[in-house]
Structure formats: structure tokens, C-alpha cells
């Protein structure tokens, strides 16, 4: 199977049953953002659940954060993304198409990535003398020069759309982590935390990303699971090596493999990072390692420059030594969406069971959009519908569970493997006179004969183990 195959089969799956929709499709669609519908939800919140169960409940060192997406303007200045935080542009004057030249040069085996513009444009000029400089949608050789394109987002919250001005404007965050810094002394304030803890916080950001394709890859609307841990300089190495392995075995953890996954080091690294690492999965659907979260080493700059901005001090005093300092941050920031797209693509299966093709998502169990599905045999058995739905309402009050009485068995079975149900629970005429009932495994296909008394138990191990 090509991997513009395996793209196109998983988008189709993803709409069919209802993962991923894109945005606004009764209005012709709104590139670059997608909704999520049911099962989709469910996944992502079990993701989200997952990553704040590590990081925040198994933890001492931590405590949590849901700041607000929109900020003082003042907070993006601070920050360096107002004046810095831009993708290199170039058209095509034929077919109009967008692209980021960084992207197009790295084609021609250039690395540009965060290059200054001149760098750039010198680089493209080469290609345009060589007549190698082509438009990667129609081949046109017709290219303008690179330009900046910012990647923020703009709103004109609390002033008539007519007045956006750089005076008035406020932006759509681009990451969460600017609302940890802000809230970092209050947090301080309030919690009982002491150097070295960290801040975790989930939550949307917004990219006016120049080249936003390859589905929920890179989209204009995501979100992210970040990680701020404050410490004092002379911790960093250690820290930042803890942290490197935690990340990685959270991954480990929910199914992936040493050869899915590879380190990835910055060379070129951001003015105020002295180190910066990305963890890569090797999609499937996009053919290679591509990124999925990042892990920086972001030293004083962040307080420091928030400090100087506002003109709060946000030093930190160490009771047992006496030292005053501005701590020092690392990072880890993960994008919820990509990691979904990741679980997608890992779990996807296609097999050939007794001739016939059945596709199967196989997620970790605790992943699992639902957990159980229940049927009765037969839809037109009142007896066998109604010890159905006993089951079925007993079993929701632990885990997300279906009922479902449409079509025949063989039909439900393909449809709860293609939203990646774990278990199947059966009612026949057998359970009428035993009280046993049969549970499928998504992954062995074999079914086993369990008393319906001891079903909850049963799946409480299996799920929670
Ligand atoms: N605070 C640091 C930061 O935001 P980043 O490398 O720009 O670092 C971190 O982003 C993660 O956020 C990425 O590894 C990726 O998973 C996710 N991400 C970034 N831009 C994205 C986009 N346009 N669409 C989806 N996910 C994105």
C-alpha cells in the first residue's frame, strides 16, 4: 500500500466513523481545521486523560493550569512572537499555489530551517539561475522571492473590527506555555510547590501556518500538552536527561516500539535554548519520522523577559541557601492532535481473515474510544434484547460501552474493529439458560464463555492491568 493510499484510507475511516470531520463542510470547508466527532472525542480525551494521569497525579513535583487563551497583548512581545515568530513564504504567479520556502529548499537537499531571509533567498535565486526552482503543485518556474509570513492570530477583541491596529490588536495564543509563565507566581502564591516543580496545562493554540496540509498534521488550530519545570540552573543536565526518559516511556507505555520512535536534536536552536530535542514517530501515512513533541532547554529568558515586561519581579528565594534567582524553565510540549494522528496511524490494520479483509484499529486498551460492546444474538429475541441491555447498563457505570442490536453479529464485530473496540460481549440463547455470556478479543478474534456475574471483575482487569 502507497502512503497516499494509506492517507486517503485513514481520512475516509476517520469521517466514515466518526473521528474526524473537516471543518465547516457545508460551507465548502475551512482549510486547515478539523472537528471531532464521537469516537474521535472519546480518543482524544483518553489521550489527554493518559498524558495528564503521568504528568500531573502520579506526580509530587507538579501541580496544574487552564489559563485563558486570550493574554495581554504585551505577553507575545515579551515573548519575542510578535517580532520573530514567522515562516519564510514564497507563490507560485501561475497556479497560486502557497509554500514555505525553507520546505521547498530542503527538496533540493538545502537545509534552511530557521534561516534568516537572505540566507534564503540567495538559496532560491541559485535554483531560479539553474531553472531548477519549480512550483511543487503545477511545475510552473514562475516563483516570487521569499517573504515573511507571521504566524500569529489576530483578534480585535473589545474594539471594533475597523480599529485592528497594532495598538489594539490581541492575539490567539500560538502555545500554552505563555499562560504558565504568567501564572507562575501566582501559582507559586498558592500551592505548597517548591524549586525544582514543573506546571502542566492542556489546551488549545492557534497558527496561521502557511502550508497547513497533510490532515491534522499541521493545522491552524490545535492543542497542546505543555510542561514547564522550574529549577535552578545547576539542575538543568539532570533534569533535562529525567525528563527526556519519561517522555520517551510514555510512549512505551501506550503501545509504540524503540523502532517507531527516534530522538531528533536541534542544531540550530532558538537565541535563548541551550539544548532542544524532538521525539519523532515514523508515520506510516506520511512515510518517516516526522515530530511530535518537543523537549527544550529554555534557560532565564522566559521570566526574565516577563519580568522585564512587566516590571514584576518574578525571582524565586531559596529559603535554605539564601539565594535569589530567576529560576531557569525546561519544557516538554507535545501536540494532542498529532499524538492522536499518531495512535491512528500506528493502530491502523488491514488483515485477511478466511479470504475476507477486515480493517481493525488496534489501540492500547486504555486508549480505546469504547471499551465494550454489547449485543443480543438476534435483534427480534425480546428475551435476548432485554438481558442485552442489563449487561450493557451495569458494565457503563465503569467503562465507556455500546449497545448494538443492527444487522447481523458478523457486521457489528467489522464496525466495533474499525472504531477499535477491545472487547465484544455477545448474549445467546446459551446465557438465557446459564447466565454465561460470549467475549470476543478485537486482537485474537477468540471468544471465550464468562458468567455474567463476574463480567465487571473480568473487564476491570483486563482494562486497568
Ligand atoms: N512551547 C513550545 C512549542 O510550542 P513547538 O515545537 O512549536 O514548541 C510543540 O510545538 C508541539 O506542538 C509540536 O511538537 C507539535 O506536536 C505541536 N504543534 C505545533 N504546531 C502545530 C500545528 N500547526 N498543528 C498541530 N500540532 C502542532
Known sequence: M???NLMEKIVSLAKRRGFVFPSSEIYGGFAAVYDYGHYGTLLKNNIRDAWWEHMVQLRDDMVGLDSAIFMHPTTWVASGHVGSFDDPQIDCRKCKARMRADQVLELYGISADKAPLDFINVELNKLRELGKLACQSCGAKDITPAKRFSLMVKSNLGSPTEALSEENVVYLRPETCGGIYLEYKNTLDSTRVKLPFGIAQIGKAFRNE???????FRTREFEQMEMQYFLHPKDMKEKYDMWKDIRWNWYLEYGLTKDDLKWYKHEKLAHYASEAYDIEYNFKLLGGFKEVEGIHARGDWDLSQHSKFSGV???YFDGETKERFIPHIMETSAGLNRIFLMFLDKAYNEEEINGEKRVVLKFDKRLA???VAVFPLLANKPQLVE?????FEDLRQNFMCEFDDNGNVGKR????????TPYCVTVDFQSLEDDTITVRDRDTMKQERIAIKELADYFKKQLED
Not at 502557511?210 to 491534522?216: G, H
Not at 438481558?387 to 449487561?391: L, N, S, T, Y
Not at 464485530?413 to 477499535?420: A, F, L, M, P, S
Open 2 to 4: 502507497t502512503r497516499e
Open 210 to 216: 502557511v502550508v497547513a496540509r497533510q490532515f491534522i
Open 313 to 315: 519581579d518574578l525571582s
Open 369 to 371: 474510544p469504547v471499551k
Open 387 to 391: 438481558k442485552a441491555k442489563g449487561i
Open 413 to 420: 464485530y467489522r464496525r466495533q474493529d474499525e472504531i477499535g
